[in-house]
């Protein structure tokens, strides 16, 4: 018991950023209660406060709008009959301070949440979930083949980082994409049809899991720490256009330790690029654990010279602050930033690994249960009334269609065709002999 | 006058035809004496001035004006913008070039020799090379890798490898070989202008060796096809087939073979991929010999690959003998002058080569 309890201690204190120190079980449950507390949302007349809206600063026409309508004055939470009656059209809640690195503030600790923003959120993470438990579940019937990385538990990630940016802003991450492909802009269909290698696939089965790309968005890298540079270089660019633009360059807790990132870090923080380094810390590199890969775990600081948050990955609202925050830091010409967001995967490393050789099941189901972020939402949802159960299922349902028609069109779509096997090589080039298999096997490709 | 013919050959039958052109005003060629080094400053100062997107990043680029003079009078001309010094982080900046590339930029990645390119060899092949595949054709990576490859004089092992059947091995890559001046500039604004990952590799020891370059070639928007390979010198009896600097030492020894009624064909690959087998068959089917010239090691390398072609293509039934692979000795470079001597291909080697060849 003491064991276990020990395990989750350790756990939860990795999550909440605080101390590891031995503890009774009793202090344990305090800490667990205390913890508790901070999630979930305090009661709902303690929360609403009067704020002036925040600057509308971004806008994603297809996700998220931080826009408000809520009118200033006092009285404002009272809301007034729209579509559906009594529902709060904003609310604020209280997220946790995000620790800093060569930074005198961090993002604001309080952060406003607009129903339909909320409710876009929970239709975009609930879409990523399901749309990665179905993968699984076609990985599992052998409709998916070779690498599968599966991002469930993580999607308040992709979730605030897009809710952050624009879409005329860039982003790169590695293998484990399949989220941040949606969010950029992919539909489910054209991943999963991806994951199963059909033509209609978003890269015509010629890519798989990991390299998927859409406008803004460049992959899906399979080379562990190959994409900071490559990130970097996308911010360069931005710099050397001058559009004001920014690029998020995702990398893992494994990564980090990956030479060519500190490379980076270095020709970034000269230059001053528009760099948004973001270490996704959860908490396992494959079957390593951090404890176990790097002499220091403060991955938000290991960039040194570069200023470095570390950031609750397991609640949207903070991801989309503390990453707001971010791209103002880099737009205002203050050069590259770190961040870090602490989450978690409920997966393994990836479909052939079962997850719980390094780490124990109870310590999967704590996080699952304490910390699920689309849970968090929703509870946050509910207990300040801005929409109601029925709707929640309303939209699950709705997602599980999407997810189901997707899924069938990507067991029905066709393989690509034979002909296409050679094509695009090159760019740009009238059509190339390419040596088959035998000197009798002559094939082509087109551009 | 010996060395005006020998430079009129080797600009090939160009400058012969502008003199004849220009008659009315003087009789002697029209080119001018160019250096490979200038010729590829020349290819950068034009395409830099022609395209704003593209740039050039490497160490010593800038204020040095180059490790190898290459870009010099380049940074004070276009800025710190266009022209980026860049720490030595091979992997991190190969990276960066790349990634600007897919964002619309159009760089030039100096590799300061490309035994230096090993540290970022991931980033090229990997991240430039195989990516308009996987996106099926969504992203393009225009990109430009140059430095000097191969032996140089006296910087013994780690600096002497010669790198064109690693980079020619892979689907994905452009890999070009210039040996003189014209080839320099002509293939390097193509490679600028090329939309894919080009592998550009020069040599050090050529840098400083002027040839003649026509009137065409000063144009500036005089371009060299990459993926077509050039008769140097026509031949009946025997084709020698070449890139970079053994183009000059097959040219050496044709004319000294020509003394004894040995008429060789030499022909200046240009480009390593995609090849242009075509043209070494219909000069086989020609000659009925062949030998091949380089001076990276034999195996696996460019020679092995002419081989396994001419075998696979209709020219091997013209083989009046087995190819010959003329290479550097296999293994890695010495110092001392005699042994590093050695260790590359003479015009000795090649003369014995094409005697053997020619069973003569």
Known sequence: ?447 | MATSLRCFLRSGKKAVLVAGRRGFQRSAPAGVQVTVRDALNQAMDEELERDERVFLMGEEVAQYDGAYKVSRGLWKKYGDKRVIDTPISEMGFAGIAVGSAMAGLRPICEFMTFNFSMQAIDQVINSAAKTYYMSAGLQAVPIVFRGPNGASAGVAAQHSQCFAAWYAHCPGLKVVSPWNSEDAKGLLKSAIRDDNPVVFLENELMYGVPFEMTEESQSKDFTVPIGKAKIERPGNHITLVSHSRFVGHCLDAAAVLAKEGIECEVINLRTIRPMDVESIEASVMKTNHLVTVEGGWPQFGVGAEICARIMEGPAFNYLDSPVTRVTGVDIPMPYAKTLEENSLPQVKDIIFSVKKTLNV
């Open chain 1, 1 to 447: 018991m003491k064991t276990m309890l020990a395990i989750i201690s350790k756990a939860l204190c990795r999550i909440t950023g605080k101390n590891v120190a031995a503890q009774s079980p009793s202090e344990l449950l305090i800490d667990l209660s205390e913890y508790v507390s901070v999630t979930a949302p305090p009661p709902a007349s303690a929360q609403a406060r009067h704020r002036p809206p925040e600057p509308a600063a971004v806008s994603s026409e297809r996700l998220v709008s931080t826009r408000t309508d809520r009118p200033d004055g006092p009285g404002a939470r009272v809301v007034v009959a729209r579509k559906f009656a009594d529902f709060t059209p904003q609310a604020t809640f209280d997220i946790k301070k995000c620790d800093l690195h060569r930074l005198e503030a961090g993002p604001p600790v309080r952060a406003e949440l607009t129903r339909e923003q909320g409710l876009q959120f929970y239709r975009t993470m609930q879409t990523v979930r399901r749309m990665e438990l179905k993968a699984d579940q076609l990985y599992k019937q052998k409709i998916i083949r070779g690498f599968c990385h599966l991002y469930d538990g993580q999607e308040a990630c992709a979730a605030g980082i897009e809710a952050a940016i624009t879409p005329s802003d860039h982003l790169i991450t590695a293998y484990r994409a399949h989220g941040y492909t949606y969010t950029r802009g992919v539909s489910v269909k054209q991943i999963l049809a991806e994951l199963t290698g059909r033509k209609g696939g978003v890269a015509k089965g010629k890519g798989g899991s990991m390299h998927m790309y859409a406008p803004h968005f460049y992959g899906g890298n399979g080379i562990v720490g190959a994409q900071v540079p490559l990130g970097a270089g996308i911010a360069l660019a931005c710099q050397y256009q001058g559009n004001n633009q920014v690029c998020v360059t995702l990398y893992g807790d494994g990564a980090a330790n990956q030479g060519q990132i500190f490379e980076t870090f270095n020709m970034a923080a000269l230059w001053k690029l528009p760099c948004i380094f973001i270490c996704e810390n959860n908490q396992y590199g494959m079957g390593t654990s951090v404890e176990r890969a790097a002499a220091s775990t403060d991955y938000y600081k290991r960039g040194d010279f570069i200023p470095g948050l570390r950031v609750d990955g397991m609640d949207v609202l903070c991801v989309r602050e503390a990453a707001k925050f971010a791209a103002d830091h880099c737009r205002a010409g203050k050069g590259p930033i770190v961040m870090e967001l602490q989450t978690y995967r409920y997966h393994g490393h990836s479909m052939s690994d079962p997850g719980v050789s390094y780490r124990t099941r109870e310590e999967i189901q704590e996080v699952r249960s304490k910390n699920d972020p689309i849970s968090m939402l929703k509870e946050r949802m509910l207990s300040s009334k801005m929409a109601s159960a029925e709707e929640f299922k309303e939209i699950d349902t709705e997602i599980r269609k999407e997810v189901d028609d997707a899924a069938q069109f990507s067991t029905s779509d066709p393989e690509p065709p034979l002909e296409d096997l050679c094509n695009h090589v090159f760019c740009s080039d009238p059509p190339l002999d390419v040596r088959g298999v035998h000197p009798w096997s002559r094939l082509k490709s087109v551009s």
